[in-house]
Every structure is written in structure tokens, then in C-alpha cells.
């Protein structure tokens, strides 16, 4: 562990705002039983891409607590005789298979030089992009396994979140990925 971190330290990952990365990966990063310095939070929340990370993760946070309330009352209500379990666990089988692979696949991209800003930005469109077109689709489906279908692809392209906007906290502020993913979830929660 304390490998990748000082590979962390010595090579961090720069895209658009390298004066922050710099200075975060300066510090010297806390052990677990060291006392922790404090989080410069004055200087993250001066940067866009800071804000950026916490708008998508609002936008996205958003729209999976729309469908994780709305989706049991849609399927019940303009499907009143199917069986509950088919529409409340298939849509969700395919969202664990559709992380690791688009992880899988940032990764890649990464290590044949695409660049990091491009893979992360690119899974933030997939994600938001192709889970917005099966969402709006989903009431407009005539029968039960179309809207099983739609509700299935737009939560597996939820999925890819996790390797856009999820995963940029440790790309921006390495020494303080975990802080910054706090904010940024906070806010989604809201």
C-alpha cells in the first residue's frame, strides 16, 4: 500500500488543473495512525473541476434516487400482474457486471494513451448519456419485458459512473481523494 501511494506522490495524474495536483501531492501523505493535516479546502473549492465532480455526482445521484423510488411504482402500476421480483432484481443483475467492465475499460483506454480527462469525461456522458435515453424511453414501452429491457439498460449505464466522476477525486487531489469524494457525496445526497 504504501507503494502506491508514494507512486501516487511521485506520479500523479495530471489533467486541466496541475497546479492543484502538485501542491496535494507535496503534502506528505498521513499513515493511518499519524495525525492528519488539514484539508485545504480553500483552495480545492477555488477550482471548477472540484465543482464539476460535484455537480455530476449531484446529477447522477439524482437520477438513480429517482429510478430506485420511481421504477417498483412504475412496473406495479402499469403492470399490476406481473410478478414483483421480475421487475424489483432484473433490471439490477446487470449493474455490478457493467462497473468492473467499464472500469476495465477506462483503465485500458488509459494505458494505450488515451487521455485520462477524456476516459473519465468520456464515462461520465456514457453514463448519464445512455441512462437518460433508456430512462425517457421506459414509459413509452408497451409491454412488460420491453420496460424490463429499458429499466435494465438504463440502470447498466448508470453503472458506468463509478469510472467517470466517481473515481476523478483520486485523478485532481490524490492526498485528499477520500475528503473530496465526502463532499462530493454529501452533495449528492442532498
Same mark, same amino acid.
Given at each position: 500500500?504504501?507503494?502506491?501511494?508514494?507512486?501516487?506522490?511521485?506520479?500523479?495524474?495530471?489533467?486541466?488543473?496541475?497546479?492543484?495536483?502538485?501542491?496535494?501531492?507535496?503534502?506528505? /501523505?498521513? @499513515?493511518?495512525?499519524?495525525?492528519?493535516?488539514? !484539508?485545504?479546502? /480553500?483552495?480545492?473549492?477555488?477550482? *471548477?473541476?472540484?465543482?464539476?465532480?460535484?455537480?455530476?455526482?449531484?446529477?447522477?445521484?439524482? /437520477?438513480?434516487?429517482?429510478?430506485?423510488?420511481?421504477?417498483?411504482?412504475?412496473?406495479?402500476?402499469?403492470?399490476?400482474?406481473?410478478?414483483?421480483?421480475?421487475?424489483? =432484481?432484473?433490471?439490477?443483475?446487470?449493474? !455490478?457486471?457493467?462497473?468492473?467492465? *467499464?472500469?476495465?475499460?477506462?483503465?485500458?483506454?488509459?494505458?494505450?494513451?488515451?487521455? =485520462?480527462?477524456?476516459?473519465?469525461?468520456?464515462?461520465?456522458?456514457?453514463?448519464?448519456?445512455?441512462?437518460?435515453?433508456?430512462? =425517457?424511453?421506459?414509459?413509452?414501452?408497451?409491454?412488460?419485458?420491453?420496460?424490463?429491457?429499458? *429499466?435494465?439498460?438504463?440502470?447498466?449505464?448508470?453503472?458506468?459512473?463509478? @469510472?467517470?466522476? =466517481?473515481?476523478?477525486?483520486?485523478?485532481?487531489?490524490?492526498?485528499?481523494?477520500?475528503?473530496?469524494?465526502?463532499?462530493?457525496?454529501?452533495?449528492?445526497?442532498?
Amino acid at each position: 500500500m504504501s507503494k502506491l501511494l508514494s507512486s501516487l506522490r511521485t506520479n500523479p495524474v495530471h489533467f486541466g488543473i496541475k497546479g492543484l495536483v502538485k501542491y496535494t501531492t507535496s503534502l506528505p /501523505s498521513p @499513515s493511518p495512525m499519524q495525525k492528519t493535516e488539514n !484539508v485545504p479546502w /480553500s483552495l480545492l473549492f477555488t477550482k *471548477s473541476a472540484v465543482w464539476s465532480l460535484i455537480l455530476g455526482h449531484i446529477c447522477h445521484s439524482n /437520477s438513480f434516487h429517482i429510478m430506485i423510488s420511481w421504477l417498483p411504482t412504475f412496473f406495479h402500476e402499469r403492470f399490476p400482474y406481473e410478478k414483483g421480483w421480475i421487475y424489483n =432484481v432484473l433490471p439490477w443483475t446487470m449493474s !455490478v457486471p457493467a462497473s468492473i467492465f *467499464s472500469g476495465w475499460l477506462s483503465e485500458r483506454l488509459i494505458k494505450n494513451n488515451v487521455s =485520462v480527462t477524456f476516459t473519465r469525461k468520456l464515462a461520465q456522458c456514457v453514463a448519464m448519456g445512455g441512462s437518460a435515453i433508456f430512462f =425517457v424511453l421506459l414509459p413509452r414501452c408497451k409491454t412488460f419485458w420491453y420496460a424490463v429491457i429499458c *429499466s435494465m439498460l438504463s440502470i447498466t449505464f448508470q453503472t458506468v459512473h463509478h @469510472s467517470g466522476v =466517481v473515481i476523478n477525486p483520486q485523478d485532481i487531489a490524490p492526498a485528499y481523494a477520500g475528503s473530496v469524494f465526502g463532499v462530493m457525496n454529501a452533495f449528492g445526497a442532498l
